[in-house]
């Protein structure tokens, strides 16, 4: 037998439910060095599960799971997760763990609830050993910045009861780690291109907004190097992701042909 | 005290005030005398544009300490231009970009080179002030070279030499499709005029191949002769997962014949170029119970191969066209003063031959895998080793960044 979406359900669920319960329990305020203990084994077993599914339906398609947007949400549950628990490690930030869990549970219940058409086909063009790492950079740097995202909105909710600064700095790192990935992802699209189709960019409105979201960040990280630590400066990342998200899904409401279109 | 407006040292008003007049300035020239044409930066202009360059950039660096390039170098100013950068991004993503103006009268956007950003003046401004700001300041930080500045060096540097090289470079790349026939050879391409064109390359077509995924199994609306795909879903062929279900019927996969034809109404296995897939269906319907069985096949060129299995007076059961799965073109390439070379062309294999890359481009997509033409494109593009040395520094820069950003983010909070 080969695994299919039919399957999905099944690891999906209680992966979700290990990882929410490992967030309750990291956040839990009596927290006993067993709950600790136990919060590891759960968020460990969860991202197990959710790692053998991709696997075994990467085996049984015969090619990776990157072609679909309901195929890219898999990978993205799976490293937003294991970036929030890496990151909780850490700097011991139980909050994260907790906030990455039930956004990766969203991603989750969109795949259970919105299952999209999905094809055994890939185009010649997609036939690429660049293909992989272009798509799973890119997520991974997705990813960091939805973090860095989340502690920005956090860091503008609480300000009125005081500034945390290790907050501030932990969100840089996840930008300029985030941006390391962004700026891999998009040169190892550029050399893709050129191998492809012989130009390494060529504006396509995906290319475009990828610009856009790393001029964004590019502007968060220089402010911040002058040290500017005010609203304006945070606001900058939630208005950055929102670029992010348009350029994953929102390719197709703009003008334009797109080489990036999923289908 | 406050410092008034244009009284030094210069920061982030003056940053934008002065980013805005370029702008306009753009505007105006792109009024006046319309794109800025990259094409005149032509080898050897290219050259002599970026001398002036060089030497701009030396003249700041060489007047580092004054207060108009520490602001031409500092931050103010660069995010200022990244901004509009982002800008002029955003207005390319929400106005549909044209490859060049057509000869009537444009409407105001295309005057001013909306439609056209890339080749408008504004945009070429900022670009030229974003090589200069930035040269200078990599330039500065290389001649304080220490380890801690790598991570700056690599991403600055690398980026300039990117631009430049995608910039001044424009003029000399040429990008040109090669239509060959089976059989033939040819060392000519043509222009839109349909004037040919010589090429030091010239290139036979020996074979042109195609091989194909299994298709999609869809169901048809009989009386619109509509794909209910998009509301039934369909039905992948795979023979390692002979059953599904399309809406209401369940599918079961008998038989699949990847290359086939058809005798007297039996569909048999046969290399023949002009075969057809072709799957022996058993359909079942959830509800009634009803059963149909039979052959059905998309046809390939062949009309004679085609068949569909009726399911009830609604419905029929459909084979989609295959998608290609590998198309490639065996051919001989002829460099006008070199040995020929025997190899194979294929999507994201190209061939280097000198300056030259040669891909394969297109076929005749009616005819699929029959197609007795193919298409090469062929780029001439003498810079692209700069970009690519500019590529792997950026490279080494992300990867320093990813490394070291939270030695980044403690540095400063010590600061």
Known sequence: MSLSWNEFPFIALPAALCWLAAGLLACCRARSPRSVYLADALALIGIALFSAFIAAFWHALARPPLRTMGETRLWYALFLFLAGYVTYRRWNYPWLLLLSAVVATAFIAINLLKPEIHSIALKPALQSFLFIPHVIIYIIAYALFGIATLGACALLIRRRSGFDHQLLIFIDNLVHIGFGFLTLGLLLGAVWAKEAWGHYWSWDPKETLAFMTGAAYLVYIHLRSQGREDNIVIWILPAAFLLLLLSWFGTALFPGSSLHLYF | ?415
Request: charged letters at 15%; hydrophobic letters at 50%.
């Open chain 2, 1 to 415: 005290m406050t410092r008034k407006l244009w009284q030094s040292p210069w920061g982030a008003p003056e940053a934008a005030l002065f980013v805005a007049a370029i702008i306009l300035v753009g505007f105006l020239l792109q009024l006046a005398v319309g794109s800025f044409d990259f094409a005149l930066l032509h080898y050897p202009a290219n050259l002599v544009a970026l001398a002036v360059l060089a030497g701009l950039t030396a003249l700041g660096v060489r007047m580092r300490n004054s207060l108009l390039v520490r602001w031409l170098a500092g931050i103010p100013l660069a995010v200022t231009l990244i901004v509009a950068l982002l800008l002029f991004g955003l207005c390319m993503e929400l106005m549909p970009q044209l490859p060049r103006l057509s000869a009537q009268t444009p409407d105001l956007s295309a005057r001013l080179g909306l439609r056209t950003l890339t080749s408008s003046w504004p945009f070429a401004l900022l670009y030229g002030m974003t090589l200069i700001a930035l040269g200078i300041t990599a330039c500065k930080r290389l001649l304080r070279f220490s380890r801690r500045n790598i991570i700056f060096l690599c991403n600055h540097l690398g980026l300039w030499l990117l631009l430049v090289s995608a910039g001044f470079g424009a003029a000399d790349m040429l990008r040109v499709v090669m239509h060959v026939d089976t059989g033939k050879t040819e060392w000519r391409v043509f222009n839109e005029a349909s004037a040919a064109l010589e090429m030091p390359i010239a290139i036979t077509l020996n074979k042109f191949t195609m091989e194909e995924y299994p298709p999609n199994l869809t169901i048809i609306d009989r009386q619109t002769g509509a794909d209910l795909k998009n509301t039934q879903g369909f039905f992948q062929i795979d023979p390692k997962r002979p059953a599904g279900r399309i809406g209401e019927w369940a599918i079961t996969l008998d038989d699949y014949l990847h290359t086939a034809v058809r005798v007297r109404g039996e569909y048999s296995a046969s290399p023949m170029p002009e075969s057809t897939p072709a799957a022996k269906i058993t359909a079942r319907n959830l509800h009634t119970g009803a059963i149909r069985t039979g052959w059905v096949s998309s046809g390939g060129n062949v009309p004679e191969f085609f068949s569909v299995l009726p399911l009830d007076d609604a419905h029929l059961l459909t084979m989609a066209q295959p998608e290609p799965k590998r198309y490639a073109s065996d051919v001989t390439i002829i460099p006008k003063d070199g040995v020929p070379i025997d190899t194979t062309l294929e999507v994201n294999k190209p061939v280097a031959v000198g300056h030259w890359m040669i891909y394969q481009y297109g076929y005749e997509a009616a005819l699929g895998k029959l197609s007795n033409w193919s298409e090469m494109e062929l780029v001439y593009d003498p810079w692209l080793l700069p970009a690519q040395i500019g590529m792997g520094f950026m490279a080494v820069g992300a990867l320093l960044l990813a490394w070291n950003g939270a030695n980044m983010g403690q540095r400063r909070s010590a600061r």
